[in-house]
Structures are given as C-alpha cells and as structure tokens.
T-cell receptor, first 118, second 114 residues
Framework: GENVEQHPSTLSVQEGDSAVIKCTYSDSASNYFPWYKQELGKRPQLIIDIRSNVGEKKDQRIAVTLNKTAKHFSLHITETQPEDSAVYFC?????????????????FGQGTILTVHP | GAGVSQSPSNKVTEKGKDVELRCDPISGHTALYWYRQRLGQGLEFLIY????????KSGLPSDRFSAERTGESVSTLTIQRTQQEDSAVYLC????????????FGPGTRLTVT
C-alpha cells in the first residue's frame, strides 16, 4: 500500500514569513495529492490539491509543487498570517481495486503543526 | 448546500459498552469513508462504502468494529465492547466517485472510553 511521510512535524514562523511543508510518497501510481488544514477541534478542510499531470498549482498565498520522479510534493504558504496557524495534512490518492470496483484511497501524512507568531 | 454531518459530536462511554456513530454524507455523494484520528495523529483509514456496499474494510482494527450504510445516505459505525484505546475522533468523509477524488469531511465524533 501507499506510505506518506510528512515533515516537519512542527513549524514556527513569524507573521509575514513563508512556510514550507514537505511530503514524500511511496507508490508511483498515486495520482492526486490534496492538502488539508485542520484548526483545533474542527474538521479537516481541503485548501489546495494537485493532480499527477500537473507540476505546480497556486491559489493566492498558497501553492503546491509536485515532483513525480522524486515522489515528493510540497505546500508553500507565503506572507503567513496568525490565522494560518493550524495542523496541515498532506495525502496521496491511489486507485484501489476492491470487491470488483475501483476507488480512490487517501493515505495521510502525520500532520504539521504550524504556528504563526504575530 | 449542507455539508457532511455527524452525530453525536461527543460521546463518553464506559469500557465494555457498545457505541454507534452516525454520518450523513453530502447529498449525491456515492462514496463514503470512515477515519479514526487519535490525539495528535494523522487520519487512519477504517472503511470505504460505494453506495451501500463496503468493498474495502481493510482498515477496521478488529472484529469489534463494523459499519453499515443505507442506500447512498446515512452510515453508522458501531464499536462493540469498547476499550480505552478506542478513544479518538471518528471522522466521516464523502465524495463523488467517478474521476473526482476530493473528500469532504464531517466535524467528527469525539469518543472517550472511561
């Protein structure tokens, strides 16, 4: 099965700095890579995603890059703000055949606690 | 529209008791997933439903865990004879299936086994 490693486990930055979180995956057949933000006591929220046929995607202050050869992908947050403080999870999607059907199965990283100091 | 909902939001139970957790997916989403999230940990896959069938139960930790789904709507996760190590947040997610992998999460049920 798929295995996703996420680093760092904690990240502390000053407001206005950039933050980068990196993930590696093991199965080259993984085809979709979402990033979720989870605030304390809240549900995970999808913030950006990228498919395997794209190398980079940007949405305002956040961007994701994908290197399929090296099997790693990264989340970049620029001009960080205190409200960016949360736990961020990466995930890799692998098509699984089970019970005569196929579906996308997400394997998650362990999460990064991002703290942005004002 | 309405997102994924779960109930109860919190559940405290005594060791050995059975609990039932409920998930209402987004209307029209045929795929439904259950995850477990222990304190400070990532999301651990439990089970996947396509409609009301469960082709992948590989993540269920033991035979004390089971799940059902009625049609393409409500799902229940049942934990029998709860143990303290079952304490966690149980998250449900739903998604459209064909070519679309985005999963939308519910708020979770925080289960505490005393």
């Amino acid at each position: 099965g798929e295995n996703v490693e996420q680093h760092p486990s904690t990240l502390s930055v000053q407001e206005g700095d950039s933050a980068v979180i990196k993930c590696t995956y093991s199965d080259s057949a993984s085809n979709y890579f979402p990033w979720y933000k989870q605030e304390l006591g809240k549900r995970p929220q999808l913030i950006i995603d990228i498919r395997s046929n794209v190398g980079e995607k940007k949405d305002q202050r956040i961007a994701v890059t994908l290197n399929k050869t090296a099997k790693h992908f990264s989340l970049h947050i620029t001009e960080t703000q205190p409200e960016d403080s949360a736990v961020y999870f990466c995930a890799a999607n692998l098509l699984i055949n089970a019970g005569g059907t196929s579906y996308g199965k997400l394997t998650f990283g362990q999460g990064t606690i991002l703290t942005v100091h004002p | 529209g309405a997102g994924v909902s779960q109930s109860p939001s919190n559940k405290v139970t005594e060791k050995g008791k059975d609990v039932e957790l409920r998930c209402d997916p987004i209307s029209g989403h045929t795929a439904l997933y259950w995850y477990r999230q222990r304190l400070g940990q990532g999301l651990e896959f439990l089970i996947y439903f396509q409609g009301n069938s469960a082709p992948d139960k590989s993540g269920l930790p033991s035979d004390r865990f089971s799940a059902e789904r009625t049609g393409e709507s409500v799902s229940t996760l049942t934990i029998q004879r709860t143990q303290q190590e079952d304490s966690a947040v149980y998250l449900c997610a739903s998604s459209l299936v064909i070519g679309n992998y985005e999963q939308y999460f519910g708020p979770g049920t925080r289960l505490t086994v005393t």
